[in-house]
């Protein structure tokens, strides 16, 4: 029944590490989205893809790429990660690369000790 | 730099009572969005509103768009405990509807 679907929910991992967060919608949307969202709850974009392809790349370190295989997914998988990239990632889409609303996963927690 | 302020930063009230948030934004745009957030969830869309329009109403909500002072509100009336929840304005960057900023949102908490 989720409409956009992320795992994770939680992840705890140390400095260093890589790891992989999956996104998945089942609205048949054509663009998908990452969003951060730090402690202060300030949300920010931070990649747009739509039929697969990258349309939105906002001001990102090279350590975080994003991976449509199909329009139902984007991953983001993340190199050495970093105390800094602790956050709540946000996975969204919509139909249409210029056409809201947009609709959210429930989040990744990512904790970096 | 953000495009979207919201103010107050939090609200309390009682149940019943009306909520007013604000949000103040810089440059021009096609329309402003509010969502909505409950704690440890993800962002939910409320209204969206364009730019030719002054106000909008959603059951209970009620937004406005003053282009001229690059403000909206969102009110929402008749309280219940269920809205106590972060809520957020966005707007688009430049010419890319999909590239949305928001602001910090306004933390409002409902007691019943």
């Known amino acids: 029944d989720t409409a956009v679907s992320q795992t994770p929910k939680y992840l705890v991992t140390q400095m260093g590490n890589d790891k992989s967060i999956k996104c998945e919608q089942n609205?048949?949307?054509?663009?998908m989205y990452w969003y951060k969202q730090d402690s202060k709850k300030f949300l920010k974009i931070m990649f747009s893809y739509n039929n697969k392809e990258l349309i939105i790349n906002e001001t990102v370190p090279n350590r975080f790429s994003p991976k449509s295989p199909d329009k139902a997914h984007l991953n983001l998988h993340i190199n050495s990660l970093e105390l800094g990239d602790s956050a709540v990632y946000f996975c969204?889409?919509?139909?249409?690369?210029?056409?809201?609303?947009?609709?959210f996963g429930d989040g990744t927690r990512l904790s970096i000790l | 730099s953000q495009q979207g302020e919201e103010d107050p930063q939090a609200l309390s009230i009682q149940e019943g009572e009306n909520a007013t948030m604000n949000c103040s934004y810089k440059?021009?745009?096609?329309?402003l969005q509010w969502y909505r957030q409950n704690s440890g969830r993800g962002l939910v869309h409320l209204i969206l509103i364009r730019s030719n329009e002054r106000e909008k109403h959603s059951g209970r909500l009620r937004v406005t768009l003053d282009t001229s002072k690059k403000s909206s509100s969102l009110l929402i009336t008749a309280s219940r405990a269920a809205d106590t929840a972060s809520y957020f304005c966005a707007t688009a960057r430049g010419g890319s509807q999909g590239n949305l900023i928001f602001g910090k949102g306004t933390k409002l908490s409902v007691k019943p």
């Open positions: 969204a889409s919509s139909q249409g690369a210029s056409a809201p609303p947009q609709h």
């Open positions: 440059t021009s745009i096609n329309n």
């Open positions: 609205l048949g949307h054509d663009t």
